[in-house]
Each structure stands twice: as C-alpha cells, then as structure tokens.
C-alpha cells in the first residue's frame, strides 16, 4: 500500500489549496478514505472521509463549509480542496485509508504528508 500527497504549500489567510493523493498497491474504490492533519505538538485530527463510490462525505466541525472532499476511482486518487483558509488550518495533512465510513479515524495505511501552512 502506497500513498503518495501533494499539492500543500504556503498560502496566505482566505486563500485556497487543493491537496491530492495518489493510492496505490491495493483496491482503492474498496475503502472509505480520509484526511487527518496534525499540526506541531499536536495529536492527529480527522480532517474528512468519503465513502467508496463517492456519493457520501462527512468533515470535522473545524472544516466544515470550507473544506470539500473527492475522489476518482480511475485515477486512483483522493483530493481535499481548502477554501477560505485560516491559520489554524496549518498542519501537515495525510491521507488515510479508513476501516470504514462510520469509522473514519480508524485507519490502517497513511502516507507521509504534504504540509499546509496559513499565515501572512
């Protein structure tokens, strides 16, 4: 199993970011799949999921409204488009394979991250 992010970088308060996630070495359109972010000295937080076909999506209260969650399943990729970004919001985001969509921040494989950084 391998997951591969990109799309993070520097972007000042109110700006946008769209992350993406390449998955590889397993069934991707057979598991719910989430973004959790951990911000420095922090514990990880679950950020998004979306179920296996992509029709159902659920996020954080911390996101919501701002952040929105998608998926291909002939790309074998996952994304996270970020509006209207705060300085809370930096963190090193991963993607995350989940146990399932109830259980979204059970998960089994992450990758290594892409980093998000708010700030003016």
């Known amino acids: 199993v391998q997951l591969v992010e990109s799309g993070g970088g520097m972007v000042q308060p109110g700006g946008s970011l769209r992350l993406s996630c390449a998955a590889s070495?397993?069934?991707?359109?057979?598991?719910?799949m989430s973004w959790v972010r951990q911000a420095p000295g922090k514990g990880p937080e679950w950020v998004s999921v979306?179920?296996?076909?992509?029709?159902?999506?659920n996020y954080a209260d911390s996101v919501k409204g701002r952040f929105t969650i998608s998926r291909d399943n002939a790309q074998n990729s996952l994304y996270l488009q970020m509006n209207s970004l705060k300085p809370q919001d930096t963190a090193l985001y991963y993607c995350?394979?989940?146990?399932?969509?109830?259980?979204?921040?059970?998960?089994?494989?992450r990758g290594q991250g892409t980093q998000v950084t708010v700030s003016s």
């Open positions: 995350a394979r989940s146990a399932s969509f109830r259980r979204p921040q059970e998960y089994d494989y």
């Open positions: 070495g397993f069934t991707f359109g057979n598991y719910a």
């Open positions: 979306v179920s296996t076909a992509g029709r159902s999506t």
